[in-house]
Nanobody, 115 residues
Framework: QVQLVESGGGLVQAGGSLRLSCAAS????????MGWFRQAPGNQRELVAR???????TYADSVKGRFTISRDNAKKTTYLQMNSLKPEDTAVYYC?????????WGQGTQVTVSS
């Protein structure tokens, strides 16, 4: 059983920062790739950032240089530090755990950036 719980979303002004957290209740956290996705109204869910078991990181072009993904295997938690936020970053952000072809999702946390 894999459970992912996101936190840290909210309302912030453009240029501000937020840090999202995703706490996992599973023994496979340290051997899984973790990711953050987002979905804005009327849009498809898109990859924001991903971090592998060896800490290799991938970012969407739209967030490179502004967002940083990290993980703490001891705490079974992954983070997304979001700086210089823009109104177009407004979306529901979802935590994802990928392990041997299986995908698990959190319930999502709303991020709203006002201009």
């Amino acid at each position: 059983q894999v459970q992912l719980v996101e936190s840290g979303g909210g309302l912030v002004q453009a240029g501000g920062s937020l840090r999202l957290s995703c706490a996992a209740s599973t023994t496979i956290f340290s051997i899984s790739t973790m990711g953050w996705f987002r979905q804005a109204p009327g849009n498809q869910r898109e990859l924001v950032a991903r971090i592998t078991t060896s800490n290799s990181q991938t970012y969407a072009d739209s967030v490179k240089g502004r967002f940083t993904i990290s993980r703490d295997n001891a705490k079974k938690t992954t983070y997304l530090q979001m700086n210089s936020l823009k109104p177009e970053d407004t979306a529901v952000y979802y935590c994802n755990l990928k392990w041997v072809g299986n995908d698990y999702w959190g319930q999502g946390t709303q991020v709203t950036v006002s201009s």
